[in-house]
């Protein structure tokens, strides 16, 4: 079946140790988006790509990258993980232009120690 | 600052009863509003979606009414299932800037 996959799951990091995040689909979709959520909380947009386009939130710290080196990958590089970046980070995929319909993937924990 | 909002952490209603889930937001701009559900350990699923120049959109037992003058919305669920039980996500997409913004959610419990 198409979907969005996140790899892994889980992931534990320590305080300051770089960490990446993977998520691939396999719908052929222009836009990837990054977004962080934590505990009962809105999932907050991190960046998004449309097709190579690259569009950063104004308040996304400068310790998250992305990269998409093509269609069906995106990954999430947190450069110096500090406690508060422990969250839930859930890729999603849509078709974009008048599409607005999003597939999300399963999500990644990030725990950090 | 938050663009969506949904004031109810949590419901809970009897299995067969109805369900309203609420979401308010303040962004005129926005061209869709959709609704997610989201299980543990998954992530959320598209449940249904209103374009902004509508007042309601039915699927089956779910329903979303829009009231853009009091920038409100609202999913019915009728009647309710246990199966229905998850975290409900409101969103609102502004077509302009390819970008949704969602609400923190409201957990719905549907009891037998």
């Known amino acids: 079946d198409a979907m969005v996959i996140q790899n892994p799951r889980y992931q534990v990091t320590q305080f300051g140790k770089p960490v990446t995040l993977s998520c691939s689909q396999t719908?052929?979709?222009?836009?990837m988006y990054w977004y962080q959520q934590k505990s009962s909380q809105a999932p907050k947009l991190l960046f998004h790509y449309y097709d190579k386009d690259f569009n950063n939130e104004a308040d996304t710290p400068d310790n998250f990258q992305s990269r998409r080196p093509n269609t069906s990958f995106c990954f999430l590089d947190i450069r110096s993980p500090g406690l508060g970046d422990a969250a839930m980070y859930l890729c999603?995929?849509?078709?974009?232009?008048?599409?607005?319909?999003?597939?999300f993937g399963p999500g990644t924990r990030l725990t950090v120690l | 600052d938050q663009q969506v909002k949904q004031n109810s952490p949590s419901l809970s209603v009897q299995e067969g009863r109805i369900s309203i889930l609420n979401c308010d937001y303040t962004?005129?701009?926005?061209?869709?509003f959709l609704w997610y559900k989201k299980y543990p350990a998954e992530g959320p699923t598209f449940l249904i979606s209103i374009s902004s120049i509508k007042d309601k959109n039915e699927d089956g037992r779910f329903t979303v009414f829009l009231n853009k003058s009091a920038k409100h919305l609202s999913l019915h669920i009728v009647p309710s299932q246990p199966g229905d039980s998850a975290v409900y996500f409101c969103?609102?997409?502004?077509?302009?800037?390819?970008?949704?913004?969602f609400g923190s959610g409201t957990k719905l419990n549907v009891k037998p």
């Open positions: 962004n005129s701009m926005f061209d869709y």
């Open positions: 999603a995929t849509s078709r974009g232009g008048s599409n607005n319909e999003q597939f």
């Open positions: 719908l052929n979709h222009n836009v």
């Open positions: 969103a609102a997409w502004w077509s302009n800037f390819n970008k949704f913004y």
